[in-house]
Every structure is written in C-alpha cells, then in structure tokens.
C-alpha cells in the first residue's frame, strides 16, 4: 500500500493457478504489476468443504462435479510456503482463505500477512474460534496477531454480529459481499459499506463479485470502504473456477487506477463534495438511476441474488456415514460443510458440540443434512 493511500487492493487468484506453481508465480508477477496490495490464495482441502455427494454445480464454466473438481485443486504444504516467498518478493503481502480446521492449522504456521474468511465460512464456527484462540495466544506472547477479514455474502445481520465477536474487533475488518457469480451491480446496496462500518465500528470494504472494474469498486471507496477485493485472471476464457468473473490485468489496472483516483478527490474536497463529484462523474458513464440503485438504502437484506442459497452456500452439520438408529455420534460422524445445490441443509454448526456422544433416534443416510430430530437428546 502506498504512503499517500489507505486503501488495500485485494487480487483474488484464489486457484485461478489450478495446482501449477508456475501459473501461480504468472499471476503473481501480472497482479503486482497490475497494482495489487494484497495477494490471495485460498488453501483447499475438499473433504472440509464439501460432501463427496454433492453433486454437480453451476458455476460460471458450467455443471461441475464439485467435490471432484476441489480435490483436484489440493496442493501440497510446499506450494504454498514457496508462494508465499514468491509474494513477498513482489513487494505484496500474502492473504489465504482456509476452509477448516486442517487447512487453517497450517496456514497459521506459515505466518501469512492477513486471514480471509470466506463468505460461507462465516459461521464455521468452529474454524473462527480456532482462529480467536491462535490470536489470543498470539498476544499473550506479546505478538501481534495476524489480521483478519471477514466477508459477509449470503448472510444476515445476526451472522456477521456473531461472526465478529468470536474473532473479536482488533485487527478484524469486515467485507460487504453478495455471493453471487456474478453479482448483479443493482443489488449491491453499496451505502452497507458505511452501514456496516458504524454499526460494527471497524475497517469495512468491499469483495466484489461483479463484472465492471469501475462502478462497484468507485462506489464502495465513496462510502468509506478502505479494502477492495476483486478476482484476478490471465484471462476470462480460461478454466479455473471464478476466471470468468474475474478481471484481467489491463482491467485490474484501470480499477486500481480509477480507485486511486476517486480517493484522492474524496481527500482534496471532502466527503460531502466528494460524494456528489464522484456520483455526477460516474452518472454521465452508467447514468444516474443505474448509480443509485447501486448505492440502495443502505439497509442489511440478503441480495435477490443470493437469498435462495441461504443455508446452502454457508456452513450446516451433514453426516459422514450411514447411521442406524441407537449408534452413538463420534466426532468424524457428522462435519460442517457446504451444502451446495444436492443435499439437504443441516442445521447449524453452532450445534455441533452438542450433537457429539449422543445416540440416533432413527436410521440416517451418508450426506444428509443433520436435524435434531435425528438425535435423542
């Protein structure tokens, strides 16, 4: 981040690199020169985030068998802690999303710069408190603890309150997000960024899944967002999982430029003035209505775009075995996973120490979404 700028600029290649460390050392060096601050990974392991059984996907390169497709995206220890050098002799710092226990485990011992916390993750509990407790020991040490950021697509207000205070306020910022591939900029409801900062009072920003590199991100900075994460590809018409909503360099480039820009005015006039510069510039682009619907009220709802994938997108309890009626519940028999489109959802992970040496009340099938009506408590 330069000296002048408080705005983070977030290049997400997650496993745009699809297991090759060359293709991953590629978008490093293009989403540095592109002007990223902070580059991303994500650390995936299949078994912590989906069932075997769930079944085919639509994602934006069409019907994928999901489970398959992440498993073929695992990569060894050592890709990752060579990435990491790789980043930092960039001049970036490294961000990775983990997606369990596992996987968060070994990041930590990697010291990454920052911790995201995908959308669906957000109420992983268990992860998040494993999270808190490596920061409290962390301090305890007397060292600072990594920060973290937090995205809040397909969410609800409640979510992301609990979210925040399991991981706790220091060093913790908060993305407004809509799971959606790609995200319909009329529901972004961008004003949640201010929203969201003054309820929560810490670091807001934006994890933009929409197409366009100017409108979304321009408007997230005007309503105080001081992150902006954007997917990142060599090219739309690759194969990786988000390539065809992610921006390519020339475009990565104009958004980081344009973001720059509009921060700036924000310094020179102020907030007020700033506001009203940036809607009237970017109204004689994309006009006026389709700037204010945009920016909505403000107010925190689930997007039309992402509501019907509440309680699938996010984390429920599923069973890892067939069960019958009377057998006690081990800790390997029941996880916290996606439930996609397949499966059945489960009910919350918050539940998932309870459930834990207790019996079946009834014969359960392998993938099921797990209800308390399963259990005799």
Known sequence: ????????????????????????????????DSGSDIIKFQWVYADEILHPK????KLPTGNIPLYERFKQLECPLSFYKDIIDYVHSKGCKFCCSPFGLRSLRELL????????????????????????????????RGEKPVPVILSSGVSKLSDIDKAVRITGYEDVSLLHCITSYPAPE????????????????????????????????VLSVACGGTIIEKHFTLSRQTSGLDDPVALEPEQFALMVH??????ASFRHYGPELGMKRTVDQLSEQFGLERVMAVLGDGVKRLAAAEEANYGRTNRS?????????????????????????????????????????????????????????????
């Open 258 to 263: 344009t973001v720059h820009q509009t921060e």
């Open 54 to 57: 769930t079944g085919f996907v």
């Open 317 to 377: 309890l599923h069973f890892m075995r067939s069960m019958k009626k009377g057998e006690t519940v081990g800790e390997k028999d029941i996880s916290i996973l996606r439930t996609e489109k397949i499966l059945t959802p489960g009910i919350s992970p918050e539940f998932y120490d309870l459930l834990i040496g207790k019996k079946i009340s009834r014969d359960v099938e392998d993938g099921a979404g797990v209800q308390l009506e399963d259990f005799i408590l």
């Open 109 to 140: 011992e990697l010291n990454p710069d920052f911790i995201k916390i995908a959308s669906p993750e957000l109420n992983h509990y268990k992860m998040l408190e494993a999270l808190r407790d490596w920061r409290e020991n962390q301090k305890a």
């Open 186 to 217: 009329d529901e972004y409801n961008i004003r949640l960024v201010s929203t969201l900062k003054g309820i929560f009072g810490i670091e807001t920003g934006l994890s933009d899944h929409s197409l366009d590199p100017i409108l979304v991100p």
């Open 1 to 32: 981040m330069s000296k002048t700028s408080r705005i983070n600029i977030i290049a997400e290649i997650g496993t745009s690199h699809e297991g090759s460390f060359e293709k991953a050392c590629a978008l490093v060096d293009a989403a540095a």
